[in-house]
């Protein structure tokens, strides 16, 4: 016979709770009008694996794969959240230097912006 | 469709193997040692396991995924939940190990929660999966699920006399592509189980597999390493997994590792194809593709059944 002995109860935690922000980084469409600098997620892949921008200018990521994937830098400068197929991620690199960044579901998934 | 696996120690030997399956995972903790038994079969009233499971493991429930390898995850995580609500007798307490949802949104985890209130089990613990969280720590996952750790996604608490162990391995990412532990995290552990007595049955769960299964897709941890030395002085550890939607299995000492079906899709083979995505195979395959496991374990003597089920 089990005994139920249990400190704590999750379900509270199913309670459904109102949820504030909405706010996904992903499907931001700003800066349409630079689609030169473009990379996209395929087949598990960055691509391309590296892309040089200058300062100030803007990358765009999108998602090709059925799969989610995320832009998510490993410093912590930007993270693009779940990306579902098609949808995309834009993000403003002000500073020079080099920024990795890699896909959190797939974290085997490294790419880096170099900005100039 | 359901199959058991009763692991004592003289079977331990012969199951160095790999074992492949669909639904879901009831365990069941018999003398010590945890059991998978197969929902079908513990619902079908057939089930010659004694005992009651101890507890049932849902795992890679994926709700919000709506592509062509199944357009409806909520229908299937409902029928799972039908399938163990129909048991002749219920563990009490459901093991989620992760993905939760697909893409951490709101709605998601509302559906999710909707949908598990249905269990008629009520007593359920998480830990999240890289899909849960990708919209960082201190989020929507930790917002719901996070006040059991303080919000550090890891705890771990007593049962029926066993010791259960949530750990998060999708944090805190290596260059090498694994899931990881990080150091504060084992600290934890190590003082953890430091007092316990080696008598005490252990399960452990994290999302991510706690041993290397394939690395070039990541399915592995890259520091388990030093969380299973920690664990091999006990006498019976149940290590439960999810993340690639499909049963592996390793027995190594004392200690079974076990991954367990998804509800919502199967994915393919280690190294099948570009990636792990989602695998599409024809409909009337689907069913026998997902599941859940339950785990029954015993004392004396010690043994761990754990038996996987599958939706059809």
């Not at chain 1, 490993?74 to 779940?82: E, I, K, N, T």
Request: aromatic fraction near 8%; hydrophobic fraction near 40%.
């Amino acid at each position: 016979m089990l005994t139920k002995n249990f400190g704590r109860k999750f379900i509270d935690a199913f309670a459904v709770t109102a949820m504030l922000a909405v706010a996904s980084a992903a499907g931001t469409g700003a800066a349409q009008g630079q689609q030169a600098n473009a990379v996209v997620m395929k087949n598990f892949d960055f691509a391309p694996m590296s892309i040089t921008v200058k300062a100030g200018a803007s990358v765009t990521w999108k998602n090709l794969d059925g799969e989610p994937h995320t832009v998510t830098s490993v410093d912590g400068l930007f993270r693009s959240g779940a990306l579902d197929q098609n949808d995309t991620y834009t993000f403003k690199f002000d500073k020079p230097g080099t920024y990795k960044y890699l896909c959190s579901i797939h974290p085997r998934m490294m790419a880096s912006v170099i900005v100039q | 469709m359901s199959s058991d696996s009763e692991i004592t120690p003289s079977r331990r030997g012969a199951l160095k193997c790999l074992a492949f399956g669909g639904a879901g995972t009831l365990f069941a903790l018999t003398g010590g040692i945890l059991a998978p038994i197969d929902l079908a079969l513990a619902a079908s009233k057939k089930s010659a396991l004694a005992g009651t499971p101890l507890f049932l493991q849902i795992s890679d429930t994926h709700i919000g995924f709506n592509k062509d390898a199944n357009p409806d995850v909520a229908g299937t995580l409902k029928q799972t939940i039908d399938f163990v609500n129909a048991m002749p007798t219920k563990p009490a307490l459901t093991i989620h190990t992760g993905d939760i949802t697909h893409l951490s949104k709101p709605d998601e985890f509302d559906t999710a929660s909707q949908l598990l209130a249905g269990l008629d089990i009520t007593e359920l613990h998480t830990v999240p999966g890289e899909h849960d969280v990708t919209d960082g720590i201190g989020t929507e996952y930790f917002n719901r699920f996070g006040q059991a750790s303080a919000n550090k996604g890891y705890y771990s608490f007593d049962h029926n006399g066993v010791h259960f162990i949530a750990l998060v391995n999708v944090m805190n990412f290596k260059p090498n592509g694994l899931g990881a532990f990080g150091d504060d995290q084992l600290a934890w552990l190590e003082q953890d189980l430091k007092n316990r007595s080696a008598s005490t049955p252990i399960v452990v769960f994290a999302h991510m597999p706690m041993w290397t299964i394939y690395e070039p897709w990541g399915w592995g941890t890259g520091d388990a390493d030093q969380a299973t030395s920690y664990l091999r002085r006990f006498g019976s550890v149940t290590v439960l997994n999810g993340h690639i939607h499909q049963i592996v299995q390793k027995v190594e000492g004392n200690i079974t590792f076990h991954t367990a079906r998804s509800t919502a899709y199967p994915q393919p083979t280690a190294g099948d194809g570009p990636g792990p995505g989602p695998l599409k195979v024809p409909s009337d395959q689907l069913a026998r593709m997902l599941g859940i496991t339950s785990i029954k374990i015993s004392a004396h003597p010690s043994s761990a059944v754990l038996t996987d089920t599958t939706l059809g």
